[in-house]
């Protein structure tokens, strides 16, 4: 049994998420900047970690490094070294 929406809700429901955007539109461009920024850290770490250049400074591909990098940048890319030399 499906639920069918009514064609006229459609516009009303595109004007809410219109008005949400606008509301919202800071911290909306703010995550999208993180987002951005992670996901070029995590295309960082997987360029780092195929290198081999630094087999003795391997660091895991993964979304925490990534959130990380995302966050900080280069002082995230100094802690993730520092904590991986500690641990």
Do not use: E, H, Y
């Amino acid at each position: 049994m499906s639920v069918q929406i009514p064609a006229d809700v459609w516009p009303v429901v595109l004007m809410v998420a219109v008005v949400v955007c606008l509301i919202f539109r800071k911290p909306l461009l703010g995550l999208a900047k993180f987002l951005l920024r992670s996901l070029v850290g995590l295309g960082f770490l997987f360029l780092w970690a195929s290198s081999g250049v630094a087999s003795g400074l391997a660091l895991g591909v993964n979304l925490f490094n990534a959130f990380t990098l995302g966050l900080l940048g280069l002082p995230g890319l100094g802690l993730l070294m520092m904590l991986r030399w500690l641990g």
